[in-house]
Every structure is written in C-alpha cells, then in structure tokens.
C-alpha cells in the first residue's frame, strides 16, 4: 500500500493493487457520528440497529432478526449465556 498526494489537490490517496482509493478530509464531528452508529448497530450482523436488550449481561448489542442465532452475548469482552431478553424502542 502507498500513501501519496494527488496532484494539484490537499486529500490524501492510497494505491493498493492499483486502485486509487482517495480520502477525503473529514471533520472531528463527522468521525464521532460514524463511530456513534456503529456502537448502536447489531455487533452480529452490523445491518439493523440493536434493539434487543440481553439478559443478565444488560448488553443493547443485536437486533430482533439475528436474536434467534445467537446463545451468547455478541460483546467480545462479556460473552456471556444470555438467558433472557427485552425488546427495547428508541425514541
């Protein structure tokens, strides 16, 4: 992979197997949204937005269509059995 800057142009781009992928400047708010709605989406399939609550872990970390695939808490650090759950809304 190599960094370079394109000519005439302040963004950055990236040549990996000869595509150019260009990266575009972005702001502090922008980065802080993108990681705020990957932190509410489904940690299993990362499609839908979590809505199921599990139980005893408390973990908000999967959503209703991927409920029925999973027997332990998708959180990496917790893991945990998941013995119960609560469908939560957002409001």
């Known amino acids: 992979m190599e960094m370079y800057k394109l000519p005439g142009n302040d963004t950055d781009a990236t040549r990996f197997n000869n595509v150019v992928a260009v990266l575009v400047p ?42 029925p695939l999973i027997r332990r808490c998708p959180v990496s650090t917790c893991n945990k059995i998941v013995r119960g759950t609560k469908e939560i809304f957002f409001v």
Do not use: F, G, N
């Not at 993108?34 to 973990?59: D, E, F, G, V």
């Open 26 to 67: 972005r702001s502090k708010e922008w980065y802080e949204r993108q990681i705020q709605t990957l932190r509410t989406m489904c940690q299993y399939c990362y499609k839908a937005r979590a809505s199921i609550l599990l139980l005893p872990c408390a973990h908000v970390s999967c959503c209703k269509d991927c409920l």
